[in-house]
């Protein structure tokens, strides 16, 4: 989501005043901090690292600095108050409004801090959607209304708000048209989609996902966050019957244990989480599986954390994310007494991720031998004039492919299995799709 609204922001001011990137602090006017505050090691960083702009900042007159996402949108004024340097501070629904902002700090010499939330606002006032290579993020809705005990999001970010259908559809025709082939549908809580039509119903994901894949040049649907609560029977369906929807579900339930589950406020017990999964894979048997985990969540017992890990024995994550309890300020949670010592939740923390790794490796081996279809995405990282692109399952492959290959699918046959990817041969010369 924050790469999402970082290339926005850049899109906005390339629209407005014509600013360009660049990877040198040196050359540039604007330094532009895009924050996290899901955790409180990323809110940390964001005054470490404005504290190394100071010199940058008083090199030359006239020099700008704005901070935006969620850190800005929680503290608001009080970033500029703390850090003298900082002329606009902003917020993931205002980032729109960055070009009046800096214009408004140059005139009056003191800071702008703009973190409302003006609702859809934003959409319409982003510029026509770029595509940057064959695959592409599609915003579908914004916020979270879930109100997770531990989170921070709809405090910082809003509550949930769907963009029009309409809106959605032109926009993936437009990156159709210019050569994206794959789209992740993107949200904080995308299966709360509820995109007003054009006849006054409202589509939800999974009907959306179907008009998506009739676009013509759209190839491989993508969707991600979502919430298990409203991963529903329509979204199962879509698995079974749409072949565009990618193999691969990324669907957080942080923990295992229902007694967490309810101090966390998920409204669903670990039970209809499996259930959710049993029938997943009924409707898409190989379908790839992640999921988010939070460990030490305030109380947390052995018997809770051995229920998380016995959930992940059952689902078979093939990856996921997992993370340490964070108190958030201003979250329920927060208030909660945490008796867990830090040691015993690092602990937990690495056997959960050792049992992730094991399944990974174990997920990976499985696909040696393998052909599958890859969009061709860009070259190799690795800088060996190898080609990259993923597996409909998420996974990354890294193959020998003419340069021309990129924003094409082709069969490549996995070869060997690596710690964070794959490599693997093209099965044939010419593209599939
Ligand atoms: N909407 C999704 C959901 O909850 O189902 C996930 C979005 S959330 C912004 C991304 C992940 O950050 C969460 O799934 C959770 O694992 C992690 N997270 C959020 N708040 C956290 C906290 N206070 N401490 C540690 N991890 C946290």
Redo the contacts with the bound molecule.
Sequence with gaps: ?NEYDSAKMADVLAASDGYQRTTEPDEADLLLLNTCS??EKAQEKVFSELGRWREWKTARPGRQVAVGGCVASQEGEAIARREQLVDVVFGPQTLHRLPQLLDATRASGRPAVDVSFPEIEKFDRLPEPRADGPTAFVSIMEG?S?Y?S????PYTRGEEVSRPLHDVLVECAQLAASGVREVTLLG??VNGYRGAAGDGSTCDLALLIHYVARIEGIERIRFT????LEFDDGLIEAFADEPKLANYLH????SGSDRVLKLMK?NHTAGVYLDKIRRLRAARPDIALSS???VGFPGETDDDFRATMDLIAEARFDSA????????PG?P?ANLRDGVPPAVKQERLSILQNRIRQLSDEYCRGLVGGTFPVLVERPSRRGDGQMAGRLSNNRWVNFDAPADAVGRFVDVTVTEALSNSLRGRLAEAGATA
């Design positions: 989501m899901v955790r979270c879930k997770c531990f989170c921070v999001v904080q809580n966050t979502s919430h298990p669907l957080p339930v942080q998920r988010d985990f939070i994310f997992s993370f340490v309890y964070s108190p958030r979250t949670a």
